[in-house]
Every structure is written in structure tokens, then in C-alpha cells.
């Protein structure tokens, strides 16, 4: 399997509940990434985690990163029928913050929200 | 600031033809990125310019793909003969890469090929 694997594949809740996602991988990482996707358009950066942080809140969005069970999660509060996207972990393997950042996509999350 | 732009934004050929897709990336950025998304996957890079050097090209089939960043600024990626296997949205990605990281990469809208 290839490294960050999100789960659940799909998901569907309905508006005002949260939604949680996992991110699963298999190799040290520098830091980990979360991208949304809409429908048909280009991938937009949600949050940056570094190695050494545990937990990261953005708005409605909070990020947990445990480095010893190689998992990560995506936390959205009180979802919006806007929040219907795929999103995506991706890890940077650097071994340091210098050079040019590598990222490894998950095969990502589809998140629906009804209203 | 504008953002990463792409294109065609859709382009549909025939198996064997060639096609050509491009990139401009927000001004200033360092690094660009060519990545592959088939559908129902994630994001596969292809090849990762630092510059007008190539920084990455290890995903690259060689033998059909090939990219260029002239001047350090603008990019183009050629398919050449195209295969079935390669209908796939082409996403481009840039950051600002200076200094120390790590680097948030902003993405284009992506060009979506077809091959028939």
C-alpha cells in the first residue's frame, strides 16, 4: 500500500455535524499536509503539521499528528454543505527543513455534506 | 496575487498524437511541480524543477514525458506518443521554496486529458 492512505474512502454527514478523517503511513516524515479538492479543480493547502507538533488547530479545522502510530487525522467542526470536497493527506519524507520539499499524496477522503 | 495557471483546461486526442500542456506559477516561486491524478487517486508526482534545474524526474516515463522550464519561469510537459493509460488530469503546483521549509504548494486548476 502507498504511503498516506485516508480513511474512510467516503464519508457523508449531514450539515452542522463534524467530520473526522485518519491518514494513515510508513516512513518517517518531516512534516504532513492537508489539501482540499472541489469538484473538477485544483488541490488548495488546509494545514501544515511539522514532526514535533501533536496537534494543530486552523478555524474550523483541527489536525492531530501521533509520529509513534504513523497516523494523522482531519477534524472539521460544524461541516458546511462547502466543506463537500476530497481531501488529501501528503507527507514530506525530507529528513531536514532544507532542500526542496517531496510530497506523497493518500488516494484521499470524499467528504459529503447534505444539507 | 494571482494564482497557478494552467492550460488547456481540457484536451481530448487520440491514442498515439502528442499534446502539450502548460504552466505559469505564482511569480516568485522557486519550485514547480508536475503531478498526475488519475481518477479516484491521489495527486502522483512526475517531476519537480527547483528553478530551471530538474529536481526530481524519478516517476517520469522517460520514454513518452518529457518537461522543460524555460528560463526558470514557465513550464511545459509533453506527452509524446500518448497512451490510453494516460487520460488523467495534469495538475501544476508551485511554491516559494527560499530559505528554510517547509513550503505550502499552491495548485493550478489542472488540464484534464483524454485519450480515445
Known amino acids: 500500500s502507498q504511503q498516506g492512505e485516508e480513511d474512510p474512502q467516503a464519508l457523508s454527514i449531514q450539515e452542522g455535524e463534524n467530520a473526522t478523517m485518519n491518514c494513515s503511513y510508513k516512513t518517517s516524515i518531516n512534516n504532513l499536509q492537508w489539501y482540499r479538492q472541489n469538484s473538477g479543480r485544483g488541490l488548495v493547502h488546509l494545514i501544515l503539521i511539522r514532526s514535533n507538533e501533536r496537534e494543530k488547530h486552523s478555524g474550523r479545522l483541527r489536525v492531530t499528528l501521533d509520529t509513534s502510530k504513523k497516523s494523522s487525522s482531519l477534524l472539521i467542526t460544524a461541516s458546511r454543505a462547502a466543506d463537500t470536497a476530497s481531501y488529501f493527506c501528503a507527507t514530506d519524507r525530507r529528513l531536514s527543513n532544507f532542500g526542496n520539499e517531496k510530497l506523497t499524496f493518500g488516494t484521499g477522503t470524499r467528504l459529503t455534506i447534505i444539507p | 496575487e494571482a494564482g497557478v495557471a494552467q492550460s488547456p483546461r481540457y484536451k481530448i486526442i487520440e491514442k498515439r498524437q502528442s499534446v502539450a500542456f502548460w504552466c505559469n506559477p505564482i511569480s516568485g516561486h522557486a519550485t514547480l511541480y508536475w503531478y498526475q491524478q488519475i481518477l479516484g487517486q491521489g495527486p502522483k508526482l512526475l517531476i519537480q524543477?527547483?528553478?530551471?534545474?530538474?529536481?526530481?524526474d524519478s516517476q517520469l516515463p522517460k520514454d513518452r514525458f518529457s518537461a522543460e522550464r524555460l528560463k526558470g519561469v514557465d513550464s511545459t510537459l509533453k506527452i509524446q506518443p500518448a497512451k490510453l493509460e494516460d487520460s488523467a488530469v495534469y495538475l501544476c503546483a508551485s511554491s516559494l521554496s527560499t530559505g528554510t521549509g517547509p513550503w505550502k504548494q499552491y495548485f493550478g486548476p489542472g488540464t484534464r486529458l483524454t485519450v480515445t
Open positions: 524543477f527547483q528553478n530551471n534545474g530538474v529536481v526530481d
